[in-house]
């Protein structure tokens, strides 16, 4: 079975400053990971995904985040937060070997950023 | 946008009442989605559907009844639902279920209020 934690309920940060939202995962085989992005009354927007290839992916926004499989970890990240970017954030994980296109969300992470 | 429609955007029913919740994508996908998501907790993955055909289905209750007639529409059919119930569903295309790879499109969700 494949699983994703999101440790965080929530992250606080100053506008301009860096920001880090954390997910590790579980899975048997090789994993595909995403972030997908929740604006209020809205639906989840596709952030960035990683299949193969660099550790260090980029999106859309400004986000990147790193794939680090010894830890088993896939952070969100950006250099400067902007005040837009509060919303809540979801890690999500699909397994090579599964089945169809099921991906396993975690619980999400609101992000706050202050001006 | 997305390229995912849902409607409508809020529904408000009764235990005893039937209603359908409506989702277009304009995308050319083959795969389709309904999620639920309710407060504090994970995105839970309701049906799969591939070319038309149910392929998943999570353990929901017989009074969710999804239906798609082609690749571009799907609905959900509610009937005597209780008030758990209450939650956002959100409808999602993907190009191919089975391509590991491939991001899914979410719409707005339906916010619904069973009372």
């Known amino acids: 079975a494949q699983s994703v934690a999101q440790p965080e309920d929530q992250v606080n940060v100053a506008e301009g400053n860096p920001l880090t939202v954390k997910c590790t995962y579980s899975?048997?085989?090789?994993?595909?990971l995403f972030w997908y992005v929740q604006y209020p009354n809205r639906g989840l927007q596709f952030l960035l995904k990683?299949?193969?290839?660099?550790?260090l992916v980029k999106g859309s926004y400004g986000f990147e985040a790193e794939f680090n499989k010894s830890q088993t970890s896939f952070h969100l990240k950006k250099p400067s937060a902007l005040v837009s970017d509060s919303a809540l954030y979801f890690c999500?994980?699909?397994?090579?070997?599964?089945?169809?296109?099921?991906?396993?969300f975690g619980g999400g992470t609101r992000l706050m950023v202050k001006p | 946008e997305t390229g995912v429609t849902q409607t409508p955007r809020h529904l408000v029913m009764g235990m005893t009442n039937k209603k359908s919740l409506k989702c277009e994508q304009h995308?050319?996908?083959?795969?389709m989605y309904w999620y639920k998501q309710s407060a504090k907790k994970p995105l839970e993955l309701m049906f799969v559907?591939?070319?038309?055909?149910?392929?998943e289905n999570n353990s929901v209750p017989s009074r969710f009844s999804p239906e798609c007639p082609n690749s571009s529409h799907l609905f959900l059919h509610l009937h005597t639902l209780q008030p758990e119930d209450s939650a956002l569903y959100l409808c999602?295309?993907?190009?191919?279920?089975?391509?590991?790879?491939?991001?899914?499109?979410f719409g707005p969700g339906t916010r619904l209020t069973v009372t």
């Open positions: 999602a295309s993907s190009q191919d279920m089975d391509r590991v790879v491939d991001e899914q499109y």
């Open positions: 899975v048997s085989g090789n994993p595909y």
């Open positions: 990683y299949i193969t290839g660099d550790n």
């Open positions: 999500a994980v699909r397994a090579f070997n599964n089945a169809g296109n099921m991906l396993t």
């Open positions: 995308l050319g996908h083959n795969a």
């Open positions: 559907y591939s070319l038309e055909e149910r392929v």
